[in-house]
């Protein structure tokens, strides 16, 4: 097996129970342990479409819940997400409301220069501000291209554009693929390093209600898992957020959330193993 020294890094999962900062419901704090159950389940094998085994011994691990404590909860996050990358993993964090995406970025940044982020949602999460919180849910993509923290953002999915966000995205020069415009896999090349951040619900809500904006038009999860198959480049690091539980139909959308990981993982390690074309 011929590994670089980097796709050699071990993706790791660590789960970030936040939810602090979404704006109209609760809920997906209690996502990771979900995910890892639905993940776990026997009523799937352990492969990934791209032909990686999950089930071999080493090929990712799982760090765990990231414990807060008396700190700040982003710093809490920067911190948590550092400490993976500085022993050498990749961190795959399981949220999570969206704002957590944000400090997850600024701790992925400092080791990566020149970023690519490939984030699929059916929101473009670029408010000013929203509710009067900087930091909400809707305001990480913002925060994340004001600091200067990615070369390059490419939005896929999106399908709530207002006019506000339209003049964000061309203040930070952000690459939209709204739903409409979809199958975009040639934006989904990059040379460089790759962080994908994944919000379950650019998923159509017939394929994933257990989200807590359900936003009609979006997309299956077969095309969901077409267009990360498409991604080249080196992911570094990724994440799946804003799955909520409390608004899940017996657990389907975990299953998805599962399925989405599975893949995403696996196309981390596929890359290094000469598996993906
Ligand atoms: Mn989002
Ligand atoms: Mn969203």
């Given at each position: 097996m011929h590994e670089t020294m980097k796709t050699s890094r071990i993706p790791t999962l660590l789960g970030i129970p936040f939810d602090a900062y979404s704006s109209y419901l609760r809920g997906a704090g209690e996502a990771p342990a979900k995910i890892r159950e639905a993940l776990r389940c026997d009523a799937s094998n352990t492969w990934s479409e791209s032909g990686v085994d999950l089930g071999v011994a080493g090929t990712y691990e799982d760090a765990g819940d990231l414990a807060f404590g008396e700190k700040d909860a982003f710093a809490a996050i920067e911190a948590g997400v550092g400490g993976l990358i500085e022993q050498g993993k990749r961190p795959v964090l399981l949220g999570g409301?969206?704002?957590?995406t944000y400090p997850i970025v600024k701790a992925v940044a400092r080791r990566y220069a020149e970023l690519t982020i490939f984030h699929f949602d059916?929101?473009?999460?670029?408010?000013?501000?929203f509710e009067g919180n900087r930091?909400?849910?809707?305001c990480p993509f913002a925060r994340i291209m004001e600091a200067g923290l990615a070369k390059r953002l490419v939005q896929v999915g999106i399908r709530t554009l207002n006019r506000h966000q339209r003049e964000q995205a061309q203040r930070f020069g952000v690459e939209v693929v709204e739903m409409r415009a979809l199958p975009a896999y040639e934006k989904l090349k990059a040379a460089g390093p790759v962080y994908i951040t994944f919000d379950m619900d650019v998923l159509d809500p017939a394929f994933?209600?257990?989200?807590?904006h359900r936003e009609p038009g979006g997309m299956s999860v077969r095309e969901a898992i077409a267009h990360l198959h498409a991604i080249t480049g080196e992911i570094v690091g990724a994440d799946v957020v804003e799955y909520n539980p409390v608004q899940d139909v017996a657990g389907m959308t975990a299953t998805v959330a599962a399925k989405i990981l599975k893949e995403i993982l696996g196309r981390m390690i596929a890359v290094g193993r000469g598996l993906a074309e």
């Open positions: 409301d969206h704002s957590i059916a929101h473009p999460d670029l408010y000013e501000e930091l909400s849910h809707a994933a209600p257990g989200i807590s």
